[in-house]
């Protein structure tokens, strides 16, 4: 199935700041996904033969469904099996099956792309929300990919769809800390895996209709190492906390699995909250939103796009690939925002142009990390 790419960028002259070069670079962003791919009116109809319930909901779903900006998404079974997971233990081991297969997938084609040997590795984040293994997936993939036996080893749980932007993040953090060095960034999202068959609120329903499954992996390197790198310098990186707005969005976890938390104030709080980060961030590097010339944004839904879009003032081609990422995987939580870069990086913008890769999640909170090319 084919969908339209959005066009290239626009040539502007890159923006007068400050001599690059210092940070860690981006050598590779590669995106695996499962091969069961569907249409969204397809996988709506098949939640309500899957899970009979009332019928008020079912319309609720057709109606999310269709408004969600989705057109295709990846699942992790084919659509028939949903029913037979059996509760939370069946759906973690298909989440850590599938995990481990996606994971070595992406890392192997990302390293591949960046011309790096697994046993280069010096260190790997793995970031998930969708799934518990203990050993965590890094671990478990570390022989498997042919790591070094002394790589460091960073797993995180709980950022949600923020966290592709502070796996960035912490590994600028560490990368500046060792400049000779590698890194590896891998998430693992499966969604489909925590739909709750007998969850009819609101939240549960869009859940359904908007989150799809899939890897990411990301190369970096640090600065002594990436002479021959083209891809973005990581300049700088800033997380926020936002007061009284735990309850906005998360987990309820039980018995039964992942229930979704996800509040209709998610798009307000990102309009009202995030352009003030931005312009203070941006700022603080003698930037402004008009000096921005590729945006990397977490597509959490439509809404939300408008509302950062709007807040922003940015014009309708600035969140293409954003838009494009949606409509074809469906939000992947941690990995749409490395999805969204992965697209960047194949018609990047001009040398010295600036760059900036934004996501919020569970907290509630943003993070922001500064690209330049």
């Known amino acids: 199935m084919t969908h339209s790419r959005p066009p290239a960028f626009a ?5 007068q700041w400050g001599p690059g070069g210092a940070g860690p670079r981006v050598a590779a962003v590669r995106v695996a996904v499962p091969p069961h791919q569907y249409r969204q009116e397809d996988i709506t109809a098949a939640h ?14 057709r109606r999310f469904s269709a408004n969600a900006g989705v057109v295709t998404r990846n699942l992790s079974l084919p659509l028939e099996e949903y029913a037979t997971l059996g509760g939370f233990t069946g759906a973690n081991r298909v989440w850590l099956r ?21 046993d280069e590795v010096d260190v790997v984040i793995s970031t998930t929300v969708t799934g518990l293994a203990v050993p965590s997936l890094e671990a478990r993939l570390a022989q498997r990919i042919g790591l070094r036996q002394d790589v460091k080893r960073i797993p995180l749980f709980g950022l949600g769809c923020a966290a592709g932007a502070a796996g960035i993040a912490r590994l600028h953090d560490y990368l500046r800390a060792f400049p000779d060095q590698v890194g590896v960034l891998l998430g693992v999202e499966l969604c489909s895996l925590t739909v709750q068959s007998r969850d009819w609120s609101t939240a549960g329903l869009v859940a359904a209709g908007l989150f799809g499954d899939g890897a990411a992996a990301l190369v970096a390197v640090g600065e002594r190492r990436a002479r021959d790198v083209h891809g973005p310098e990581v300049v700088a990186t800033r997380s926020r906390l936002y007061p009284d707005t735990a309850d906005v969005m998360g987990w309820q976890i039980g018995a039964h699995g992942f229930g979704i938390v996800l509040s ?4 307000s709080v990102a309009e009202r909250e995030l352009p003030k980060d931005v312009t203070a961030f941006l700022a603080d590097h003698g930037l402004t939103v008009g000096d921005v010339t590729a945006w990397i944004c977490h597509p959490g839904g439509p809404r939300v796009i408008d509302a950062v879009q709007r807040a922003l003032d940015l014009p309708e081609q600035a969140l293409a690939h ?14 749409s925002v490395l999805d969204v870069l992965r697209a960047t990086l194949e018609a990047p913008p001009a040398p010295g142009s600036a760059g900036l890769l934004t996501a919020m999640g569970p907290g509630f909170a943003s993070e922001l990390v500064l690209l330049r090319w």
Not at 48 to 58: D, T
């Open 48 to 61: 309500a033969e899957l899970f009979p319930g009332p019928a008020s909901a079912h319309r609720a779903l």
């Open 322 to 335: 954003t838009r494009h990422s949606l409509a074809t995987r469906g939000n992947l939580s941690s990995v």
């Open 11 to 15: 040539e502007r002259p890159p923006p």
């Open 98 to 118: 599938t995990a481990l297969e996606l994971g070595e997938q992406a890392v192997n084609e990302a390293l591949s792309a960046a011309g790096v040997a697994p």
């Open 264 to 267: 209709p104030e998610v798009p």
